[in-house]
Protein backbone atom coordinates (compact mmCIF):
# COMPACT_ATOMS: atom_id res chain seq x y z
CA UNK A 1 0.00 0.00 0.00
CA UNK A 2 1.39 3.27 -1.08
CA UNK A 3 0.49 6.56 1.15
CA UNK A 4 -2.27 6.37 3.24
CA UNK A 5 -5.64 8.20 3.21
CA UNK A 6 -6.23 10.51 6.11
CA UNK A 7 -9.13 11.71 7.57
CA UNK A 8 -10.40 14.47 5.73
CA UNK A 9 -14.43 14.82 7.12
CA UNK A 10 -15.16 14.11 10.38
CA UNK A 11 -18.52 13.24 9.47
CA UNK A 12 -20.92 12.17 6.59
CA UNK A 13 -23.46 15.20 7.47
CA UNK A 14 -20.62 17.69 6.11
CA UNK A 15 -19.89 15.21 2.88
CA UNK A 16 -23.75 15.33 2.66
CA UNK A 17 -23.75 19.05 2.19
CA UNK A 18 -20.53 19.73 0.01
CA UNK A 19 -22.58 17.31 -2.77
CA UNK A 20 -23.39 18.95 -5.66
CA UNK A 21 -27.28 17.55 -4.82
CA UNK A 22 -28.82 18.35 -8.42
CA UNK A 23 -25.93 15.94 -10.16
CA UNK A 24 -26.83 13.01 -8.35
CA UNK A 25 -29.83 11.17 -8.93
CA UNK A 26 -31.65 10.85 -5.91
CA UNK A 27 -31.93 7.19 -5.75
CA UNK A 28 -27.97 7.31 -6.02
CA UNK A 29 -27.85 9.57 -3.33
CA UNK A 30 -29.76 7.44 -1.11
CA UNK A 31 -27.42 4.27 -1.77
CA UNK A 32 -24.51 6.45 -1.13
CA UNK A 33 -26.09 7.75 2.62
CA UNK A 34 -26.60 4.38 3.23
CA UNK A 35 -22.99 2.87 2.74
CA UNK A 36 -22.00 5.81 5.39
CA UNK A 37 -24.74 4.58 7.55
CA UNK A 38 -23.65 1.01 7.42
CA UNK A 39 -19.87 1.52 7.37
CA UNK A 40 -19.35 4.60 9.00
CA UNK A 41 -15.19 4.46 9.02
CA UNK A 42 -15.81 5.28 5.46
CA UNK A 43 -16.72 8.98 5.75
CA UNK A 44 -13.40 9.60 7.87
CA UNK A 45 -11.80 8.97 4.67
CA UNK A 46 -13.90 9.37 1.61
CA UNK A 47 -15.41 11.84 -0.02
CA UNK A 48 -18.10 9.43 -1.87
CA UNK A 49 -19.65 11.06 -5.40
CA UNK A 50 -21.14 9.08 -7.86
CA UNK A 51 -22.26 5.05 -8.27
CA UNK A 52 -20.38 3.79 -11.34
CA UNK A 53 -20.99 -0.13 -10.80
CA UNK A 54 -23.96 -1.81 -9.87
CA UNK A 55 -24.41 -5.83 -10.05
CA UNK A 56 -26.59 -8.66 -8.77
CA UNK A 57 -23.35 -8.73 -6.21
CA UNK A 58 -22.25 -6.04 -5.69
CA UNK A 59 -22.67 -2.02 -5.91
CA UNK A 60 -19.27 0.04 -6.95
CA UNK A 61 -18.85 3.87 -5.77
CA UNK A 62 -16.31 6.37 -7.01
CA UNK A 63 -14.71 8.12 -4.11
CA UNK A 64 -12.01 10.61 -3.23
CA UNK A 65 -9.42 10.60 -0.38
CA UNK A 66 -7.43 12.84 1.18
CA UNK A 67 -3.45 11.32 1.06
CA UNK A 68 -1.16 11.90 3.68
CA UNK A 69 0.99 14.18 1.01
CA UNK A 70 -1.84 16.46 0.63
CA UNK A 71 -2.58 14.91 -2.68
CA UNK A 72 -5.91 14.12 -3.57
CA UNK A 73 -6.70 10.03 -4.87
CA UNK A 74 -9.27 8.43 -6.42
CA UNK A 75 -10.89 5.45 -5.44
CA UNK A 76 -13.19 2.17 -6.22
CA UNK A 77 -15.53 0.90 -3.50
CA UNK A 78 -17.29 -2.28 -3.84
CA UNK A 79 -20.02 -2.76 -1.47
CA UNK A 80 -20.26 -6.54 -1.37
CA UNK A 81 -23.99 -7.88 -0.80
CA UNK A 82 -24.16 -8.37 2.50
CA UNK A 83 -25.05 -12.08 1.92
CA UNK A 84 -21.81 -13.42 0.07
CA UNK A 85 -20.41 -16.05 2.11
CA UNK A 86 -17.13 -14.95 4.17
CA UNK A 87 -15.11 -17.41 2.53
CA UNK A 88 -15.98 -16.06 -0.61
CA UNK A 89 -15.51 -12.74 0.57
CA UNK A 90 -12.28 -13.58 1.71
CA UNK A 91 -11.32 -15.14 -1.13
CA UNK A 92 -11.83 -12.59 -3.73
CA UNK A 93 -9.64 -9.99 -1.34
CA UNK A 94 -6.89 -12.90 -1.98
CA UNK A 95 -6.57 -12.80 -5.58
CA UNK A 96 -6.62 -9.18 -5.38
CA UNK A 97 -3.82 -9.58 -2.87
CA UNK A 98 -1.95 -12.13 -4.26
CA UNK A 99 -2.10 -11.65 -7.95
CA UNK A 100 -3.37 -8.11 -8.14
CA UNK A 101 -1.68 -4.97 -8.56
CA UNK A 102 0.61 -5.92 -11.55
CA UNK A 103 0.11 -7.71 -15.10
CA UNK A 104 -3.28 -5.58 -15.78
CA UNK A 105 -4.79 -7.13 -12.53
CA UNK A 106 -6.62 -4.79 -10.56
CA UNK A 107 -4.84 -4.55 -6.97
CA UNK A 108 -6.30 -3.83 -3.94
CA UNK A 109 -6.04 -0.32 -1.25
CA UNK A 110 -7.80 -1.64 1.47
CA UNK A 111 -10.55 -3.33 2.87
CA UNK A 112 -13.65 -2.52 5.79
CA UNK A 113 -16.12 -4.43 7.41
CA UNK A 114 -18.54 -3.50 9.83
CA UNK A 115 -20.72 -6.92 10.50
CA UNK A 116 -21.63 -8.19 7.20
CA UNK A 117 -21.13 -4.77 5.21
CA UNK A 118 -17.88 -5.34 3.44
CA UNK A 119 -16.45 -2.95 1.31
CA UNK A 120 -13.11 -3.67 -0.99
CA UNK A 121 -11.22 -0.47 -1.68
CA UNK A 122 -9.12 -0.29 -4.98
CA UNK A 123 -7.29 2.27 -6.69
CA UNK A 124 -10.11 4.01 -9.14
CA UNK A 125 -9.22 3.01 -12.95
CA UNK A 126 -10.75 5.46 -15.39
CA UNK A 127 -12.26 3.61 -18.04
CA UNK A 128 -14.45 3.11 -21.50
CA UNK A 129 -17.80 1.23 -21.70
CA UNK A 130 -16.99 -1.87 -24.18
CA UNK A 131 -20.35 -0.93 -26.32
CA UNK A 132 -19.12 2.52 -26.48
CA UNK A 133 -15.75 1.71 -27.84
CA UNK A 134 -16.23 -1.19 -29.77
CA UNK A 135 -16.70 -0.17 -33.26
CA UNK A 136 -14.37 2.47 -33.26
CA UNK A 137 -11.37 0.17 -32.82
CA UNK A 138 -8.41 -0.31 -35.00
CA UNK A 139 -7.32 -3.46 -36.01
CA UNK A 140 -4.19 -2.14 -33.62
CA UNK A 141 -6.20 -1.42 -30.81
CA UNK A 142 -7.74 -4.79 -30.81
CA UNK A 143 -4.33 -6.44 -31.24
CA UNK A 144 -3.26 -4.41 -28.27
CA UNK A 145 -6.36 -5.45 -26.26
CA UNK A 146 -6.29 -8.24 -26.62
CA UNK A 147 -2.51 -8.67 -25.76
CA UNK A 148 -3.04 -7.67 -22.52
CA UNK A 149 -6.11 -9.57 -21.73
CA UNK A 150 -4.01 -12.34 -22.30
CA UNK A 151 -0.99 -11.15 -20.11
CA UNK A 152 -3.81 -10.78 -17.30
CA UNK A 153 -5.21 -14.34 -17.67
CA UNK A 154 -1.40 -15.70 -17.65
CA UNK A 155 -1.13 -14.09 -14.52
CA UNK A 156 -3.57 -15.27 -12.84
CA UNK A 157 -4.13 -18.81 -14.24
CA UNK A 158 0.21 -18.89 -12.99
CA UNK A 159 -1.27 -18.60 -9.59
CA UNK A 160 -4.06 -21.42 -10.05
CA UNK A 161 -6.66 -18.86 -10.41
CA UNK A 162 -9.72 -19.67 -12.40
CA UNK A 163 -11.76 -16.28 -13.29
CA UNK A 164 -15.18 -17.90 -14.18
CA UNK A 165 -16.19 -14.22 -15.62
CA UNK A 166 -14.00 -13.33 -18.09
CA UNK A 167 -16.25 -10.23 -20.04
CA UNK A 168 -15.39 -6.54 -21.01
CA UNK A 169 -17.39 -5.34 -18.45
CA UNK A 170 -14.53 -7.24 -15.93
CA UNK A 171 -11.72 -6.16 -17.78
CA UNK A 172 -11.36 -2.79 -17.62
CA UNK A 173 -9.83 -0.52 -20.52
CA UNK A 174 -8.59 3.14 -20.67
CA UNK A 175 -8.68 3.57 -24.53
CA UNK A 176 -6.65 7.26 -24.28
CA UNK A 177 -4.17 5.58 -22.37
CA UNK A 178 -4.32 2.18 -23.20
CA UNK A 179 -4.57 1.06 -20.31
CA UNK A 180 -6.29 -3.06 -18.92
CA UNK A 181 -7.11 -4.35 -15.58
CA UNK A 182 -8.98 -7.18 -15.12
CA UNK A 183 -11.25 -6.82 -12.35
CA UNK A 184 -14.08 -8.67 -10.44
CA UNK A 185 -12.57 -12.02 -8.87
CA UNK A 186 -16.21 -13.02 -7.23
CA UNK A 187 -16.74 -16.19 -8.91
CA UNK A 188 -12.99 -17.14 -9.25
CA UNK A 189 -12.16 -20.91 -8.32
CA UNK A 190 -8.99 -22.57 -7.82
CA UNK A 191 -7.14 -25.23 -9.87
CA UNK A 192 -6.24 -28.19 -8.07
CA UNK A 193 -2.78 -26.91 -7.53
CA UNK A 194 -3.89 -23.50 -6.48
CA UNK A 195 -1.53 -21.11 -4.30
CA UNK A 196 -4.70 -18.81 -3.29
CA UNK A 197 -5.18 -20.92 -0.04
CA UNK A 198 -9.22 -19.26 0.34
CA UNK A 199 -10.01 -21.01 -3.34
CA UNK A 200 -9.28 -24.35 -1.88
CA UNK A 201 -12.32 -26.31 -1.16
CA UNK A 202 -14.49 -23.40 -2.17
CA UNK A 203 -16.58 -25.05 -4.32
CA UNK A 204 -17.21 -28.07 -1.47
CA UNK A 205 -18.67 -24.91 0.46
CA UNK A 206 -20.53 -23.17 -2.02
CA UNK A 207 -22.15 -25.92 -3.58
CA UNK A 208 -24.42 -27.24 -0.89
CA UNK A 209 -26.80 -24.34 -0.64
CA UNK A 210 -28.60 -21.98 -2.95
CA UNK A 211 -29.74 -18.71 -2.40
CA UNK A 212 -31.65 -16.68 -4.60
CA UNK A 213 -29.51 -13.75 -5.74
CA UNK A 214 -30.43 -10.29 -4.92
CA UNK A 215 -29.51 -6.20 -4.87
CA UNK A 216 -27.84 -4.70 -1.73
CA UNK A 217 -30.68 -3.66 0.05
CA UNK A 218 -31.24 -0.61 1.49
CA UNK A 219 -32.80 -0.13 4.88
CA UNK A 220 -35.61 0.66 3.09
CA UNK A 221 -36.69 -2.28 2.49
CA UNK A 222 -34.54 -4.93 4.34
CA UNK A 223 -35.41 -8.32 4.26
CA UNK A 224 -34.30 -11.65 4.16
CA UNK A 225 -33.99 -13.91 1.29
CA UNK A 226 -35.63 -17.13 0.99
CA UNK A 227 -33.10 -20.02 0.67
CA UNK A 228 -34.02 -22.89 -1.59
CA UNK A 229 -32.32 -26.25 -1.98
CA UNK A 230 -30.18 -27.12 -4.30
CA UNK A 231 -32.16 -29.65 -6.53
CA UNK A 232 -34.94 -26.63 -6.56
CA UNK A 233 -34.88 -24.35 -9.13
CA UNK A 234 -34.12 -20.85 -7.99
CA UNK A 235 -37.04 -18.45 -8.51
CA UNK A 236 -36.40 -15.32 -10.64
CA UNK A 237 -35.05 -12.55 -8.08
CA UNK A 238 -37.71 -9.92 -9.22
CA UNK A 239 -40.92 -12.92 -8.27
CA UNK A 240 -39.35 -14.15 -5.53
CA UNK A 241 -41.03 -14.68 -1.93
CA UNK A 242 -39.13 -12.17 0.42
CA UNK A 243 -39.60 -12.78 4.32
CA UNK A 244 -39.76 -9.07 5.91
CA UNK A 245 -38.36 -9.20 9.55
CA UNK A 246 -38.69 -7.53 12.99
CA UNK A 247 -36.26 -5.00 12.28
CA UNK A 248 -37.42 -3.59 8.88
CA UNK A 249 -36.78 -0.20 9.21
CA UNK A 250 -35.21 0.05 12.82
CA UNK A 251 -32.03 0.48 14.51
CA UNK A 252 -32.19 -2.78 15.97
CA UNK A 253 -31.00 -6.37 14.52
CA UNK A 254 -33.80 -9.11 15.59
CA UNK A 255 -34.20 -12.46 16.15
CA UNK A 256 -34.73 -13.20 12.55
CA UNK A 257 -31.89 -11.76 11.45
CA UNK A 258 -29.83 -13.15 14.29
CA UNK A 259 -30.81 -16.17 13.42
CA UNK A 260 -29.75 -16.14 9.81
CA UNK A 261 -27.14 -18.92 8.46
CA UNK A 262 -23.97 -17.50 6.57
CA UNK A 263 -25.61 -17.61 3.32
CA UNK A 264 -24.12 -18.82 -0.24
CA UNK A 265 -24.94 -17.41 -3.31
CA UNK A 266 -23.09 -18.93 -6.41
CA UNK A 267 -22.99 -16.93 -9.09
CA UNK A 268 -23.54 -18.02 -13.01
CA UNK A 269 -20.95 -16.23 -15.07
CA UNK A 270 -22.93 -15.00 -18.37
CA UNK A 271 -24.25 -17.51 -20.58
CA UNK A 272 -22.85 -15.71 -23.96
CA UNK A 273 -19.29 -16.61 -22.56
CA UNK A 274 -19.24 -19.67 -20.96
CA UNK A 275 -17.37 -21.95 -22.96
CA UNK A 276 -19.13 -25.19 -23.98
CA UNK A 277 -17.83 -27.58 -20.85
CA UNK A 278 -19.24 -25.22 -18.75
CA UNK A 279 -22.72 -25.19 -21.18
CA UNK A 280 -22.80 -28.36 -20.40
CA UNK A 281 -21.79 -28.39 -16.60
CA UNK A 282 -19.43 -30.93 -17.37
CA UNK A 283 -17.54 -31.33 -13.98
CA UNK A 284 -13.75 -30.78 -14.70
CA UNK A 285 -13.37 -27.25 -15.91
CA UNK A 286 -9.98 -25.48 -15.83
CA UNK A 287 -8.64 -22.36 -16.80
CA UNK A 288 -9.14 -23.36 -20.69
CA UNK A 289 -12.61 -21.68 -19.51
CA UNK A 290 -11.25 -18.02 -18.98
CA UNK A 291 -9.24 -18.68 -22.78
CA UNK A 292 -13.19 -19.24 -24.28
CA UNK A 293 -14.62 -16.37 -22.85
CA UNK A 294 -11.67 -14.34 -24.08
CA UNK A 295 -12.08 -16.20 -27.71
CA UNK A 296 -15.58 -14.14 -27.30
CA UNK A 297 -14.48 -11.08 -26.82
CA UNK A 298 -11.94 -10.98 -29.33
CA UNK A 299 -14.70 -12.38 -31.56
CA UNK A 300 -16.77 -9.26 -30.51
CA UNK A 301 -13.44 -6.68 -31.25
CA UNK A 302 -13.29 -8.13 -34.61
CA UNK A 303 -16.85 -8.32 -35.41
CA UNK A 304 -17.38 -5.31 -34.31
CA UNK A 305 -20.33 -6.89 -32.66
CA UNK A 306 -20.96 -6.80 -29.08
CA UNK A 307 -22.75 -8.63 -27.71
CA UNK A 308 -22.15 -11.34 -30.05
CA UNK A 309 -23.43 -14.25 -28.66
CA UNK A 310 -26.85 -12.64 -26.45
CA UNK A 311 -28.35 -15.89 -25.20
CA UNK A 312 -30.41 -15.62 -22.19
CA UNK A 313 -29.68 -19.22 -20.66
CA UNK A 314 -27.32 -22.28 -21.39
CA UNK A 315 -29.07 -23.89 -24.16
CA UNK A 316 -29.42 -21.24 -26.45
CA UNK A 317 -25.97 -19.83 -26.05
CA UNK A 318 -24.70 -23.49 -26.84
CA UNK A 319 -27.00 -23.48 -29.98
CA UNK A 320 -25.44 -19.73 -30.95
CA UNK A 321 -21.99 -21.23 -30.56
CA UNK A 322 -23.03 -24.34 -32.41
CA UNK A 323 -24.50 -21.57 -35.25
CA UNK A 324 -20.73 -20.77 -35.76
CA UNK A 325 -18.84 -23.54 -35.29
CA UNK A 326 -20.78 -26.45 -36.57
CA UNK A 327 -23.26 -29.02 -34.79
CA UNK A 328 -21.11 -31.68 -35.55
CA UNK A 329 -17.98 -30.29 -34.27
CA UNK A 330 -19.47 -29.26 -31.41
CA UNK A 331 -21.14 -33.03 -30.14
CA UNK A 332 -17.80 -34.55 -31.40
CA UNK A 333 -16.25 -32.05 -28.54
CA UNK A 334 -19.02 -32.55 -26.02
CA UNK A 335 -18.19 -36.66 -26.58
CA UNK A 336 -14.41 -35.92 -25.75
CA UNK A 337 -15.51 -34.67 -22.00
CA UNK A 338 -18.34 -37.01 -21.93
CA UNK A 339 -21.17 -35.16 -22.90
CA UNK A 340 -23.59 -35.97 -25.75
CA UNK A 341 -25.38 -33.02 -27.08
CA UNK A 342 -28.77 -34.09 -29.49
CA UNK A 343 -28.99 -31.55 -32.10
CA UNK A 344 -32.29 -31.39 -34.84
CA UNK A 345 -30.52 -29.54 -37.66
CA UNK A 346 -27.16 -29.48 -38.63
CA UNK A 347 -25.02 -26.50 -38.62
CA UNK A 348 -22.37 -25.83 -40.58
CA UNK A 349 -18.88 -24.49 -39.40
CA UNK A 350 -18.27 -20.83 -40.07
CA UNK A 351 -15.21 -19.06 -41.70
CA UNK A 352 -14.18 -16.81 -38.66
CA UNK A 353 -12.87 -14.50 -41.42
CA UNK A 354 -15.41 -14.43 -43.56
CA UNK A 355 -17.79 -14.22 -40.78
CA UNK A 356 -16.07 -11.06 -38.75
CA UNK A 357 -15.23 -9.22 -42.21
CA UNK A 358 -18.88 -9.05 -42.88
CA UNK A 359 -20.59 -8.39 -39.78
CA UNK A 360 -18.16 -5.52 -39.74
CA UNK A 361 -19.17 -4.22 -43.48
CA UNK A 362 -15.91 -5.20 -45.35
CA UNK A 363 -17.38 -8.02 -47.03
CA UNK A 364 -20.82 -7.99 -49.41
CA UNK A 365 -23.20 -10.21 -47.41
CA UNK A 366 -24.70 -11.79 -50.79
CA UNK A 367 -20.97 -13.06 -50.95
CA UNK A 368 -21.01 -14.37 -47.19
CA UNK A 369 -24.20 -17.07 -47.20
CA UNK A 370 -24.38 -16.44 -43.70
CA UNK A 371 -26.85 -18.62 -41.72
CA UNK A 372 -30.42 -16.79 -41.14
CA UNK A 373 -29.67 -15.76 -37.46
CA UNK A 374 -27.55 -13.26 -39.22
CA UNK A 375 -29.55 -11.36 -41.62
CA UNK A 376 -31.43 -9.68 -39.12
CA UNK A 377 -28.45 -7.09 -39.14
CA UNK A 378 -27.97 -7.03 -42.36
CA UNK A 379 -30.25 -3.94 -43.61
CA UNK A 380 -29.86 -0.62 -41.83
CA UNK A 381 -33.64 0.11 -42.92
CA UNK A 382 -35.16 -3.10 -41.16
CA UNK A 383 -32.95 -2.74 -38.08
CA UNK A 384 -34.62 1.29 -37.51
CA UNK A 385 -38.12 -0.02 -37.59
CA UNK A 386 -36.89 -1.05 -33.92
CA UNK A 387 -34.54 1.10 -32.78
CA UNK A 388 -34.52 -0.16 -28.85
CA UNK A 389 -32.85 -4.12 -30.14
CA UNK A 390 -29.83 -5.22 -29.34
CA UNK A 391 -29.27 -5.67 -33.32
CA UNK A 392 -29.91 -1.54 -33.18
CA UNK A 393 -27.23 -1.03 -31.22
CA UNK A 394 -24.26 -3.51 -32.90
CA UNK A 395 -25.77 -1.85 -36.04
CA UNK A 396 -24.58 1.75 -34.42
CA UNK A 397 -21.58 0.34 -33.35
CA UNK A 398 -19.98 -2.03 -35.78
CA UNK A 399 -21.11 -1.83 -39.51
CA UNK A 400 -22.21 1.79 -40.43
CA UNK A 401 -18.45 2.57 -41.24
CA UNK A 402 -17.69 3.16 -44.63
CA UNK A 403 -14.91 0.85 -46.34
CA UNK A 404 -12.57 3.97 -46.41
CA UNK A 405 -13.33 4.59 -42.72
CA UNK A 406 -12.47 0.80 -42.15
CA UNK A 407 -9.53 0.92 -44.81
CA UNK A 408 -8.00 3.61 -42.56
CA UNK A 409 -8.43 1.60 -39.38
CA UNK A 410 -6.62 -0.96 -41.00
CA UNK A 411 -9.30 -3.99 -41.01
CA UNK A 412 -8.88 -4.49 -44.62
CA UNK A 413 -5.27 -5.49 -43.66
CA UNK A 414 -6.00 -7.72 -40.63
CA UNK A 415 -3.61 -10.56 -41.00
CA UNK A 416 -4.76 -14.58 -40.88
CA UNK A 417 -2.68 -14.43 -37.73
CA UNK A 418 -5.60 -12.78 -35.73
CA UNK A 419 -8.11 -15.42 -37.41
CA UNK A 420 -5.75 -18.67 -36.22
CA UNK A 421 -5.40 -17.01 -32.55
CA UNK A 422 -9.37 -16.66 -32.58
CA UNK A 423 -9.82 -20.25 -34.09
CA UNK A 424 -7.10 -21.53 -31.25
CA UNK A 425 -9.38 -19.60 -28.49
CA UNK A 426 -12.24 -20.65 -29.58
CA UNK A 427 -11.19 -24.48 -29.70
CA UNK A 428 -14.87 -26.51 -28.45
CA UNK A 429 -12.48 -29.21 -26.77
CA UNK A 430 -10.68 -27.65 -23.72
CA UNK A 431 -8.42 -30.10 -23.95
CA UNK A 432 -6.62 -28.54 -26.69
CA UNK A 433 -7.88 -24.87 -26.75
CA UNK A 434 -4.57 -22.68 -26.69
CA UNK A 435 -3.33 -21.39 -22.78
CA UNK A 436 -2.88 -18.23 -22.43
CA UNK A 437 0.80 -18.45 -22.39
CA UNK A 438 1.12 -20.10 -25.72
CA UNK A 439 -1.19 -17.58 -26.79
CA UNK A 440 1.31 -14.85 -26.12
CA UNK A 441 3.68 -16.51 -27.97
CA UNK A 442 1.47 -16.54 -31.09
CA UNK A 443 2.65 -15.06 -34.50
CA UNK A 444 0.27 -12.26 -33.88
CA UNK A 445 2.51 -10.83 -31.34
CA UNK A 446 5.94 -11.66 -32.69
CA UNK A 447 6.31 -7.42 -32.56
CA UNK A 448 5.19 -7.07 -29.42
CA UNK A 449 7.23 -7.38 -25.79
CA UNK A 450 5.42 -10.22 -23.85
P1 LIG B 1 -19.61 -7.14 -9.81
O1 LIG B 1 -19.20 -8.33 -9.04
O2 LIG B 1 -20.84 -6.49 -9.25
O3 LIG B 1 -19.70 -7.37 -11.29
P2 LIG B 1 -17.14 -5.69 -10.37
O4 LIG B 1 -15.94 -5.90 -9.52
O5 LIG B 1 -17.12 -6.34 -11.71
O6 LIG B 1 -18.45 -6.07 -9.54
O7 LIG B 1 -17.36 -4.13 -10.58
C1 LIG B 1 -18.51 -3.65 -11.26
C2 LIG B 1 -18.14 -2.47 -12.13
O8 LIG B 1 -17.60 -1.42 -11.33
C3 LIG B 1 -17.07 -2.76 -13.18
O9 LIG B 1 -17.63 -3.29 -14.37
C4 LIG B 1 -16.45 -1.40 -13.38
O10 LIG B 1 -17.22 -0.62 -14.29
C5 LIG B 1 -16.54 -0.77 -12.00
N1 LIG B 1 -15.27 -0.99 -11.29
C6 LIG B 1 -14.94 -2.02 -10.51
N2 LIG B 1 -13.70 -1.89 -10.00
C7 LIG B 1 -13.24 -0.71 -10.49
C8 LIG B 1 -12.00 0.02 -10.34
N3 LIG B 1 -11.01 -0.43 -9.57
N4 LIG B 1 -11.87 1.20 -10.99
C9 LIG B 1 -12.88 1.67 -11.75
N5 LIG B 1 -14.04 1.05 -11.92
C10 LIG B 1 -14.24 -0.13 -11.29
MG1 LIG C 1 -18.29 -7.71 -12.70
ZN1 LIG D 1 -34.16 -8.34 11.10
Excluded at 109 to 127: A, D, G
Excluded at 227 to 248: D, E, G, I, W, Y
Excluded at 257 to 273: D, E, H, I, M, N
Aim: hydrophobic share 40%; proline share 6%.
Amino acid sequence: MEAAPTGQRSSHQSVEKGRSRHKIPRDVETDIAYLYEVLPQLSRIFRIIDKIGEGTFSTVYLAEAQMTDGSRRMFALKHLIPTSHPVRIAAELQCLTVAGGTENVMGVTYCFRKEHHVVIVMPYMEHQTFVDIVGSLSFEDVKHYIFHLLKALRHIHKFGIIHRDIKPTNFLFNQQRREYSLVDFGLAQGTPDTQIELLKGLLLKTKREEVIPRKIVSSKHRSVPVRTPLNQKPKAPAVSPMLTCNCFMTDRVCNICLSRKQQVAPRAGTPGFRAPEVLTKCPNQGTAIDMWSAGVILLSLLSGRYPFFKASDDLIALTQIMTIRGSRETKEAAKTFGKSIVCSRELPRLDLRILCETLRGLRSWDDASLPAEFQASRNPAEVKQDAGSPARKRMSSGSLRSIAELQEMGWDKAPDDVYDLLDKLLDLNPATRITASMALQHPLFKDMTV
